[in-house]
């Protein structure tokens, strides 16, 4: 049987018990698929060393082999810092207003791709399956071909691919495309992104798109959906354990009225200073005064790019001032937290709010849309808002309320119609939410992808 090599750039398999709940679904997912098949999952140890040795650091985690490797100072500068999370993630997220073009970055992400690359092959066996994730690791396929790496090579992106028009504002655009032609599989979240990237390959290199089929200066490949989705049941029985009811019984005791939450790592992309306005657009119906509460869970991210410090002195400015404009003796408007919870703490916080706000103004999926539904109880769900511009909206688009994060009104209107929302259509939109996870749960999400895989022909 052939094993399955995971690449991505951070290594997360579960230490704890497998599937409680506690990890998160991808993690789990990869890890599942990695025990029933055997293999490694290969990526950054999330350290910088003085320079780059190329020293594997071997390990193995519930059953699950993992091969690290450290960086040098300045590739995490330029190769993480820089171009993933300073060109690609803004370009990929539509905002090339926030992304820097600094050829160094570009430099120094194809050679920390070419160097990883050289540290993976020979681990690689004939007939082994190899599955990189997202876009610090686009060129890998290209540079294991160029280490004689002839097996089935598959790559999954969890961000949007931007349209074709915005693409093109990436420097060396066509150079970094054309890497991806020696994958055999190319995974995609929702159709939009797909379409997107086949649009690009139309346009920019000739391509012909027959359906899933993509062929391009000779190369034909694969190109399909594949929404990631969560391992829901298992989220759900977590949302009643011991740990999930503490944090329900405090959110309940302690925050005034009915909860509305946000859970979002703290990204621009997030659309959290469109969520504050948004709701402090609800604050001016009066009649909402000390009966609601913002919960906003955000904890800090790549606290070393300019821009993740921005959003975070904006933020801070604007739940003050909110807060400043609204808060009683007894009551604060929004709760603002900068921490981030164990998730079996996330699922308690999650089943104690009546609505959950997702207004992303550009997400892959947004898994956070998902666990909360997946969290609810089912005779007394909350209301599921979530923005028309995520992955998951094409999923979850008959159960939730779809929304406009540029419109404040818009946020407003649909969080007063949630709040007042009677049982029988929560307990209906939030029935057809849940089939829906289950139907498509991140198991058949792996399975899906490495079914394809199997299915293409090794180079
Ligand atoms: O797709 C975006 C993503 O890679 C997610 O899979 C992950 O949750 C997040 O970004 C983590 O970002 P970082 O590794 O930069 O902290």
Redesign the pocket.
């Known amino acids: 049987m052939s094993r399955l090599i995971v690449v ?3 290594v997360n398999v579960p230490r704890g018990r497998e599937n409680d709940g506690a990890q ?1 679904g ?1 993690a789990v997912a990869l890890t599942s698929a990695l025990k029933k098949s055997g293999g490694i999952w290969f990526g950054w140890s999330g350290k910088a060393a003085e320079s780059f040795t190329g020293a594997v650091d071997y390990q193995r985690h519930g059953g699950v082999a993992t091969a690290t490797v450290d960086l040098d100072e300045q590739d995490v500068e330029e190769y ?1 810092n820089g171009y ?2 300073r060109t690609l ?1 803004p370009v990929f997220h539509y905002r090339i207003d926030l992304a820097d073009f600094d050829r160094e970055f570009g430099r120094r992400y194809e050679a920390v791709n070419k160097k990883m690359a050289g540290t993976l092959a020979p681990m690689i066996d004939p007939g082994d399956m190899v599955w990189v ?4 690791f686009i060129p890998m396929a290209s540079d294991l071909r160029a280490e004689g790496v002839a097996n089935r090579i598959g790559f999954f ?3 949007p691919w931007p349209p074709h028009r915005l693409m093109v504002a990436l420097p060396y655009h066509r150079r970094l495309v054309e890497t991806m032609l020696a994958y055999d599989v190319i995974g995609f979240q929702s159709d939009e992104w797909r379409e997107s990237f086949l649009h690009y390959c139309e346009r920019e290199m000739d391509g012909e798109v027959d359906g899933e089929w993509l062929t391009v200066e000779g190369r034909t490949i694969r190109c399909a959906t594949f929404p990631i989705g969560i391992d829901a049941k298992v989220f759900a029985k977590l949302a009643t354990g011991p740990d999930a009811q503490a944090s329900y019984v405090r959110a309940r005791d302690n925050v005034t009225g009915q909860i509305i939450v946000g859970v979002d ?1 703290l990204d621009y992309s997030k659309g959290l200073i469109e969520r504050f306005n948004g709701y402090r657009k609800l604050l001016e119906r009066e009649e909402w005064l000390k009966k609601v509460t913002l919960l906003q869970i955000a904890p800090p ?2 606290g070393e790019v300019p821009a993740y410090g921005e959003i975070r002195d904006q933020l801070d400015m604007l739940s003050g001032r909110i807060n400043g404009e609204h808060a009683r003796v007894d009551w604060v408007p929004i709760r603002y937290v900068n921490k981030g919870y164990a998730r079996p703490e996330l699922a308690g916080i999650f089943r104690a709010a009546h609505v959950g706000l997702v207004t992303s103004l550009r997400d ?1 999926m947004n ?1 956070v849309a998902k666990e909360y539904v997946a969290a609810q109880d089912p005779e007394d769900p909350g209301v599921l808002l979530l923005s028309r511009f995520t992955g998951a909206a094409a999923q979850m688009e008959d159960g939730a309320l779809l929304i406009n994060p540029h419109s404040q009104l818009d946020i407003a209107k649909t969080l007063d119609q949630a709040l007042r929302m009677g049982w029988e259509e929560r307990k209906e939109r939030w029935q057809t939410l849940y089939d829906g996870l289950n139907a498509y749960d991140v198991h058949h999400w792996a399975a899906d992808f490495l079914e394809a895989l199997k299915g293409a022909d090794e180079a």
Do not use: C, E, P, Q
């Open positions: 991505s750039n951070r998160g991808l993480y993933a999370n993630w994730h997202d876009y610090h992106l969890h961000t790592r991210s790549r892959g898994l």
